[in-house]
Structures are given as structure tokens and as C-alpha cells.
């Protein structure tokens, strides 16, 4: 929730709802203007240098010595102070609790299937790792209109879970013992359309881009 507002700021007012956005967008630029709005060269670069754009410097201390800002938002702390293109406007009705997962992980999992792998309708989609972001990716695939929604993880208790967004089939590489690519290949008869690894794990990387038909 805003408290204050600096100089200039003219499209948020104290008492408004807000998301922390840690790539922000400045409006201005041409990756703002484009269709790659994540890009934006004002923000994307200078609030990895943990200031405020406008005089370089922190606005957070501590015994007299600064503490610098975190990839612009500062989310760590009960109170912030963040420019305002790090931040996205939100209804005052959607409940706090709930929506403040909508600024990194749901994104990251629903954009990276929709706007980056793109299924198609009919489609087969892998996703590796079924935590936050996995489901959120998995979710993206159901919404897209994917048809085989294969979830990958070593945890089965995540599994049940995985359905309610949209997860068709599960496999845990546990269980076999071939690498997961192979077993995905033999499940869909040459790998699948698409691949959407969320779990950082180099070797989850290799089966996601390898589970992948020709």
C-alpha cells in the first residue's frame, strides 16, 4: 500500500494498491513501447545498482552507513521506496494475501508458457518442476489449450496438486531407470511440442530441451 509519493509522481496517490515489480517499466523508452516491455532500458540495468535513479543514491540505513536497494524493489523489509515504474497498480479489492504471488513467480511460470513457448491448441507441453512456478507454467498450457500437460518432479506428493492446473500426466524420474527424456519420448511417441523447465536444475535444463521432438 502507498504511503507517500515523490516529486513528480502523478500516477499513484498514498492509500493505492500495488504490486512490487523487480522489471519495471519506465513507459518511455522503445522496449517500453514495443511488445517487449520487460526490456526497458532505464530500469532493466540501473535498479540492479541498488539506488534511486534520480540522485544515485540509497534511501535505506542503517548506525549511518547505507544500505543499498534490492533489484528495485526491496521487498525484504516492511517498508520500501521504490521508482515509480517498479510498481504496477492493482485493484483494492483483490485480497493482499493472495495477489502479492502475481509479481514473480505466477508471471514468471504463465508468461514463460504463453508468451515465450506459445502451444498450441491440441498441443503436448512438458513442464519440470511442479512448485510455484511450475504450476503457474502449467496453468499457461492448460489456458493455451495444450491437450498433454506432462508434469515432472521428484516430490509425488505434488502431483494431486498439478491436476487442479491443468497437468494431465506425471512422471518422476525416480521411478525409471533412463533418463526422463527418453521416457517422455516413448510417452508421446518422439518428445513433445513444447518444454518449460522450473526448477533451475542444469540437468532438469538438459531433459527439458531434450524431451523435445525434432
Given at each position: 500500500?502507498?504511503?507517500?509519493?515523490?516529486?513528480?509522481?502523478?500516477?499513484?496517490?498514498?492509500?493505492?494498491?500495488?504490486?512490487?515489480?523487480?522489471?519495471?517499466?519506465?513507459?518511455?523508452?522503445?522496449?517500453?513501447?514495443?511488445?517487449?516491455?520487460?526490456?526497458?532500458?532505464?530500469?532493466?540495468?540501473?535498479?540492479?545498482?541498488?539506488?534511486?535513479?534520480?540522485?544515485?543514491?540509497?534511501?535505506?540505513?542503517?548506525?549511518?552507513?547505507?544500505?543499498?536497494?534490492?533489484?528495485?524493489?526491496?521487498?525484504?523489509?516492511?517498508?520500501?521506496?521504490?521508482?515509480?515504474?517498479?510498481?504496477?497498480?492493482?485493484?483494492?479489492?483483490?485480497?493482499?494475501?493472495?495477489?502479492?504471488?502475481?509479481?514473480?513467480?505466477?508471471?514468471?511460470?504463465?508468461?514463460?508458457?504463453?508468451?515465450?513457448?506459445?502451444?498450441?491448441?491440441?498441443?503436448?507441453?512438458?513442464?519440470?518442476?511442479?512448485?510455484?512456478?511450475?504450476?503457474?507454467?502449467?496453468?499457461?498450457?492448460?489456458?493455451?489449450?495444450?491437450?498433454?500437460?506432462i508434469g515432472v518432479d521428484l516430490n509425488p506428493k505434488r502431483f494431486e496438486e498439478a491436476k487442479k492446473f491443468g497437468v494431465t500426466e506425471f512422471v518422476n524420474p525416480?521411478?525409471?531407470?533412463?533418463?526422463?527424456?527418453?521416457?517422455?519420448?516413448?510417452?508421446?511417441?518422439?518428445?513433445?511440442?513444447?518444454?518449460?523447465?522450473?526448477?533451475?536444475?542444469?540437468?532438469?535444463?538438459?531433459?527439458?530441451?531434450?524431451?523435445?521432438?525434432?
Open positions: 500500500i502507498v504511503e507517500s509519493v515523490g516529486e513528480g509522481v502523478t500516477d499513484l496517490k498514498p492509500g493505492d494498491h500495488v504490486l512490487p515489480v523487480f522489471t519495471g517499466e519506465c513507459k518511455e523508452c522503445r522496449h517500453c513501447k514495443s511488445e517487449e516491455s520487460n526490456m526497458c532500458d532505464l530500469l532493466r540495468i540501473n535498479t540492479d545498482r541498488g539506488v534511486m535513479l534520480n540522485d544515485g543514491k540509497s534511501r535505506f540505513s542503517i548506525n549511518g552507513q547505507p544500505i543499498f536497494h534490492f533489484v528495485g524493489t526491496s521487498t525484504f523489509s516492511e517498508y520500501t521506496v521504490v521508482h515509480v515504474g517498479c510498481v504496477a497498480k492493482i485493484n483494492p479489492e483483490a485480497p493482499l494475501d493472495k495477489v502479492c504471488v502475481l509479481s514473480c513467480g505466477i508471471s514468471t511460470g504463465l508468461g514463460a508458457t504463453l508468451n515465450v513457448a506459445k502451444p498450441k491448441k491440441g498441443s503436448s507441453v512438458a513442464i519440470f518442476g511442479l512448485g510455484a512456478v511450475g504450476l503457474a507454467a502449467a496453468e499457461g498450457a492448460r489456458i493455451a489449450g495444450a491437450s498433454r500437460i525416480k521411478d525409471y531407470n533412463k533418463p526422463v527424456q527418453g521416457v517422455i519420448a516413448e510417452m508421446t511417441g518422439g518428445g513433445v511440442d513444447r518444454s518449460v523447465e522450473c526448477t533451475g536444475s542444469i540437468m532438469a535444463m538438459m531433459s527439458a530441451f531434450e524431451c523435445v521432438h525434432d
